[in-house]
């Protein structure tokens, strides 16, 4: 089975909202940071948002910050992103990523990222 599975991607109308799942086997939840980067076609990885283990600390990207909430549920083994207010430009093949710190960095630059899964597309288009 594998560790990470992203679910709950699909095609929106700019202004819409998903609510993307990841869960989690073989690992408990509430030991690990949870981070979500993205892709969008032809473009480098984009780091979005990551949850602390203990405090649930956040971080967000500048380009999603006020749009996009990242939570978790660690009796379920489950994160989940919220997608508000969605833009053409946030088309892109999500990905949730396990992590060992949820700092500006982890978003920022991507550091800290240790597994992540085969990815859900969002694709945001008229």
């Known amino acids: 089975q594998l560790p990470v599975v992203e679910s709950g991607g699909g095609f929106v109308q700019p202004g819409g909202s998903l609510r993307l799942s990841c869960a989690v086997s073989g690992y408990t939840l509430a030991n690990w940071v949870i981070a979500w980067f993205r892709q969008a076609p032809g473009k480098e990885r984009e780091g979005v948002s990551c949850i602390s283990a203990v405090e649930n600390r956040t971080d967000y990207a500048d380009s999603v910050k006020g749009r996009f909430t990242i939570s978790r549920d660690n009796a379920k083994n489950t994160a989940y992103l919220t997608m508000n207010t969605l833009k053409p430009d946030d088309t892109a093949v999500y990905y949730c990523?396990?992590?060992?710190?949820?700092?500006?960095?982890?978003?920022?630059?991507?550091?800290?990222?240790?597994?992540w899964g085969q990815g859900t597309l969002v694709t945001v288009s008229s």
């Open positions: 990523a396990m992590a060992h710190f949820c700092t500006p960095a982890t978003v920022r630059n991507l550091q800290y990222l240790v597994r």
